[in-house]
């Protein structure tokens, strides 16, 4: 049966993760999974914040509907 010990580690100089618990028997084979948190610098912007921001482009499908319905009435008149 798998049991599961989550922890929050620094990792040390050279690299080094320690982990300490009383529920890890000594002698026992474990499987180290290390999922490292990447600090997202505030100034990046996601892609989907460039969608509808150039000139030209729409936000919205709705915003292209009203812009092709607005050039549809302007040839008609």
Request: proline share 8%.
């Amino acid at each position: 049966m798998l049991s599961e010990i989550r922890q929050r580690a620094i990792v040390k100089p050279g690299g080094v993760v320690e982990i300490c618990s009383p529920e890890l028997p000594p002698g026992a084979t474990v499987e180290v999974i290390v999922l490292l948190e990447s600090a997202q610098n505030p100034s990046e912007k996601s892609l989907t914040s460039f969608i509808g921001a150039a000139r030209g482009n729409f936000a919205t499908p709705e915003a292209v509907d009203q812009f092709i319905r607005h050039e549809r009435d302007a040839w008609e008149s």
